[in-house]
């Protein structure tokens, strides 16, 4: 299947300051998606990107596909409490109905 | 819709004894995903459905483990004799397929399994 790498592994932030996680492969991509999980939770859907140098905006969240659907990146715009989590990236398998996900990105942020 | 629905949510056993794990998946869903995490491993696929049928469970890590989908609106997770390194939280997920290919996956609150 298609691996994914995530950086970093951990974040701390003071609330107000940006974030950004990033997913990485060394294959072309055919599309990614990004879930969320809150401590204590399980993974919810966020987006998926399909197009080579994509970019969506969900309110602070902005996330961007590479031109060589090679990586991709989550952007938090002015973290809040409510970030708190963990962002996982997921790549489709060669079959392309399963998934494979990066180890995630945990998120703290401080008020 | 209740979403995915997973039960029990917690279970604690003692070693070599068996678990079972239930998932009912969204209704219409053709497919549905058994994930085991933990904090080492991360977040594992085990293995998955298309309309009942297991596709793949090449990510099953043993003999010891088994799932079965009877009919389209329940699934099962065995694990016999379960071990203390089986401890993990499970997570059942269905979607559905759009011209081959399979959308969002819509994940239960998962079963927190601890082994003594």
């Known amino acids: 299947g298609q691996q994914v790498m995530q950086i970093p592994q951990y974040q701390h932030v003071q609330e107000g300051e940006d974030f950004t996680t990033y997913c990485n492969s060394s294959t072309t991509l055919s599309n990614i998606q990004w879930y969320k999980q809150r401590p204590g ?7 998926q990107l399909v197009k ?12 961007q596909f590479g031109e060589a659907k090679k990586n991709s990146s989550l952007h938090i715009t002015a973290t809040q409490t409510t970030d708190v989590g963990t962002y996982f990236c997921a790549a489709f398998s060669n079959s392309g109905y399963a998934l494979n996900f990066g180890k995630g990105t945990s998120l703290l942020v401080t008020p | 819709d209740a979403g995915v629905i997973q039960s ?3 279970e604690v056993t003692e070693m070599g004894q068996e678990v079972t794990l239930r998932c009912k998946p969204i209704s219409g869903h053709d497919y549905l995903f058994w994930y085991r995490q ?4 991360g977040l594992e696929l085990l293995i998955y459905f298309n309309n009942n049928v297991p596709i793949d469970d090449s990510g099953m890590p043993e003999d010891r483990f088994s799932a079965k ?3 389209a609106s329940f699934s099962t997770l065995k694990i016999q004799p379960s071990e203390p390194r089986d401890s993990a939280v499970y997570f059942c997920a269905s979607s559905l397929s ?9 994940f239960g609150p998962g079963t927190r399994l601890t082994v003594l």
């Open chain 2, 69 to 71: 989908m009877p009919n």
């Open chain 1, 52 to 63: 080579s140098g994509e970019v969506k905006k969900q309110k602070r969240l902005t996330f």
């Open chain 1, 41 to 47: 939770g399980h993974p919810v859907f966020l987006i």
């Open chain 2, 38 to 41: 933990t904090m080492m491993r």
């Open chain 2, 8 to 10: 029990p949510r917690h």
């Open chain 2, 98 to 106: 759009y011209r081959g290919i399979t959308m969002e996956q819509f």
